[in-house]
């Protein structure tokens, strides 16, 4: 996996649930009885999109989750820590602070009991994350064990709306402490969310925003072990660009990270289970934001 951000260490950590992982996957989306939303919830809902139908086979599978203890050592990191969460019902249930408060704007409008709570799988249906930085240094924080509180971001660009799940390092364990709902243009990313939004959708638009030379680095098709680097021009986009460019809804991890009224962002894909990593750098040039490199 060609990882920019993470040593060995947590590599070999996060391989130990790969297996597990895999076989909820296939479960989800092989199985007959396989569920996906199919119309949005209502903005009022606290638990929006985070329901998952009861089906038998689905049922099944988390209960093999469930039967193996997730390791100690999945607390120093917070991926580690995320991956058993969003898998396993029985511990999901534990690591939330109920009843859960749930913040509108920064305003508490209400409080989820335990029997209320829907199980959430995060980004594990789709087999891949996002994340949002201002820069590569900013990445050396995902593999910081001193990080005691994180932010999950599922930001809905149809409804203009970012929910935050929030989480806190408590006795040495991570534990969701809260959720909190917030307009999408008061985010601290907002400028270039309303940019990316438009660029995941728009093909025409996509090589508008690219700059006047794109340095890349992809897959040698004639070589599975090797890498070509070269510079594109913005015409020859559709033949470089990297087959998937999340769009419509979109994650984000918070790991401590302060962003700024940055002119540069670094938008990462990165695979749970397999070994997809693409990093977009993009560099806002006067008004407008411009697709400078990336990596596939």
């Not at 969310?193 to 996509?206: I, K, M």
């Amino acid at each position: 996996m060609r990882n920019f951000a993470l040593v060995n260490s947590y590599v070999m950590r996060k391989v130990f649930f790969s297996g597990v992982l895999l076989f909820l996957f296939l479960t989800i989306f092989v199985a007959p009885t396989s569920c996906t939303d199919k119309k949005p919830k209502p903005e009022g809902d606290s638990t929006a999109d985070s329901v998952l139908a009861d089906t038998s086979s689905i049922d099944s599978t988390e209960a093999l989750i469930e039967e193996t203890p997730m390791p100690k050592a999945a607390d120093e990191l917070f991926d580690d820590f995320i991956f058993n969460f969003a898998a396993n019902r029985r511990l999901q249930k534990k690591r939330i602070v109920f009843p859960l408060k749930v913040y509108y704007n920064g305003k508490l409008k209400r409080e989820i009991s335990e029997k209320e709570w829907k199980m959430e799988h995060f980004f594990m249906r789709q087999q891949y994350y996002t994340l949002i930085f201002d820069n590569a240094r900013q990445m050396n924080l995902v593999k910081d064990t001193a990080v005691n509180h994180v932010v999950i971001e599922k930001i809905f660009f149809r409804k203009k709306l970012v929910q935050q799940f929030l989480f806190n390092r408590i006795n040495g364990q991570f534990m969701m402490t809260s959720l909190n709902y917030k307009k999408m243009y008061t985010n601290e990313n907002a400028d270039f969310l309303r940019f990316y939004d438009r660029f995941s959708r728009d093909s025409a638009y996509q090589v508008a925003s690219m700059a006047d030379e794109v340095e890349f680095t992809a897959p040698d098709p004639n070589n599975d072990f090797a890498d070509i680097n070269g510079v594109m021009m913005p015409q020859q986009w559709p033949d470089f660009k990297p087959a998937l460019i999340p769009k419509d809804k979109i994650y984000n991890i918070i790991y401590g990270q302060h962003y700024t009224e940055s002119k540069r962002k670094l938008f990462v894909i990165r695979g749970i289970s397999n070994s997809l990593e693409i990093e977009m750098y993009f560099r806002k040039i006067g008004k407008h934001w411009k697709l400078i490199k990336f990596n596939a």
